[in-house]
């Protein structure tokens, strides 16, 4: 009897964060439950959310492998930048990482690896076993443009890009201010930049680029893509989101609230898992929320100056809403619920009385509120956020943005 042909085997690196994790395993499940293929995912998860991403995993047949979190310090107790943190993280386990997917290639049929930018030295251990390699791109393709795009913005300025006088412009895109281009690059003199500068060198070496977005979404920057000479194919996979929310925490008690409220009523305001407001940022949003008299479910983290605090899963002294201005929680009880802790995003987003989304652009987020219909109100943090926030508001026309000030 002849035997059954061996499933190519994929192996997917995805760097720490949810915003990396979520659509790489969801792209994981795809490959298995779509097409056939046996996955192994290598990740540096936070670790509170292990055990419910484990078993998620597990149960759609893909291999979930742990990677030990080496000891760097967090940024809220550093001076270091999340994506520089990121970077330290995955060249102390670059080794490792190595190690492991060349034993899975000599157990099985290994035939590609697929990793998100902060893993290009990947490229390496694809070369050595001779197999092909696919960049993850884990945001828009407005975003990937501008990445594209920076080797010759780099030559072309001298100044910072927060002082250009002119907007950029991308192909296919919007024109961008220079102040709201990705949050890494606005100091050039920073071993950040450089960094991103050496990595993107490198994507010509990848087979080929994967992004998480759709042509109906971005029809203009997808074009304009491939005005890009000497890059990568690029291949659009998206919108890759989660069907249930994937965490730890109760639920059930905003989901009862919800639906107590009219229908298309409330603002959902959450700045994702990794997101913190400024002390003086939260106290004007409080007393925004309290003056609209407009239904709402917040979910409130302790202030914090560095707008990327919780990245890496710090602790945010959760179920504490001492933080609040004095009496909100009692002025606003019979028109707003404030959660200090994890909420069902998803669950939230397809709720019948959510009207709109307060957010900071990540793009998980943004994709799980345009595929559940609900408009955005841009509140920008970090990394490539700003781009984001243009894009939603000035060519998808789905969002509106407030003004902010320099703080």
């Given at each position: 009897m002849d035997q059954a042909p061996i499933a190519p085997h994929v192996v997917i690196l995805s760097s720490p964060g949810m915003g990396h994790i979520i659509p790489l395993a969801s792209l994981a499940i795809c490959l298995t439950q779509h097409h056939g293929l046996s996955v192994t995912l290598i990740s540096n998860t936070i670790s509170s959310n292990q055990q419910s991403l484990q078993d998620f995993l597990s149960f759609n047949q893909v291999k979930l492998i742990k990677l030990e979190e080496p000891n760097i310090p967090s940024p809220s107790s550093s001076n270091l930048k999340a994506e520089l943190r990121i970077w330290q993280t995955i060249t102390s386990t670059m080794p490792h990482v190595h190690s492991k997917i060349k034993s899975i290639a000599k157990e099985s049929h290994l035939s590609a690896?697929?990793?998100?930018?902060?893993?290009?030295?990947?490229?390496?251990?694809?070369?050595?076993?001779?197999?092909?390699?696919?960049?993850?791109?884990?945001?828009?393709?407005m975003a990937l443009s501008f990445t594209f795009a920076l080797p010759s913005l780099d030559k072309q300025y001298q100044n910072q890009f927060c002082d250009l006088?002119?907007?950029?412009?991308?192909?296919?895109?919007?024109?961008?201010?220079?102040?709201?281009?990705?949050?890494?690059?606005?100091?050039?003199?920073?071993?950040?930049?450089?960094?991103?500068?050496?990595?993107?060198?490198?994507?010509?070496?990848?087979?080929?680029?994967?992004?998480?977005?759709?042509?109906?979404?971005?029809?203009?920057?997808?074009?304009?893509?491939?005005?890009?000479k000497g890059m990568p194919h690029v291949c659009q996979v998206g919108p890759l989101i989660r069907t249930s929310s994937i965490g730890p925490g109760q639920?059930?008690?905003?989901?009862?609230?919800?639906?107590?409220q009219p229908h298309g009523s409330v603002v959902f305001v959450s700045f994702g898992s990794g997101g913190a407001l400024t002390w003086q940022q939260t106290k004007e949003l409080a007393l925004g929320l309290e003056m609209s008299e407009q239904p709402f479910l917040w979910v409130a983290r302790y202030p914090n100056d560095e707008s990327s605090a919780y990245f890496f899963g710090s602790k945010d002294m959760q179920g504490q809403l001492n933080f609040l201005p004095e009496g909100f929680l009692t002025r606003t009880e019979k028109v707003g619920l404030v959660v200090p802790h994890w909420v069902p995003q998803v669950e939230i987003l397809a709720h019948p009385a959510v009207g709109g989304f307060m957010t900071h652009c990540g793009w998980n987020s943004v994709l799980e509120s345009l595929v559940h219909g609900v408009p955005l109100i841009t509140l920008p943090l970090f990394a490539e956020q700003k781009i984001n926030a243009v894009l939603l508001t000035e060519d998808v026309k789905v969002a509106i943005r407030p003004k902010q000030d320099a703080w």
């Open positions: 690896i697929i990793f998100d930018a902060f893993y290009l030295d990947a490229l390496d251990t694809a070369k050595e076993l001779n197999i092909p390699c696919f960049l993850f791109f884990t945001t828009s393709c006088p002119k907007p950029v412009q991308l192909p296919g895109c919007v024109p961008i201010r220079g102040i709201d281009l990705h949050d890494a690059i606005q100091d050039r003199t920073t071993e950040i930049y450089k960094g991103f500068l050496s990595g993107i060198n490198r994507f010509k070496e990848v087979s080929g680029v994967l992004v998480n977005s759709y042509e109906e979404l971005e029809p203009g920057p997808i074009k304009g893509l491939k005005e890009f639920g059930k008690e905003c989901l009862r609230w919800l639906d107590r």
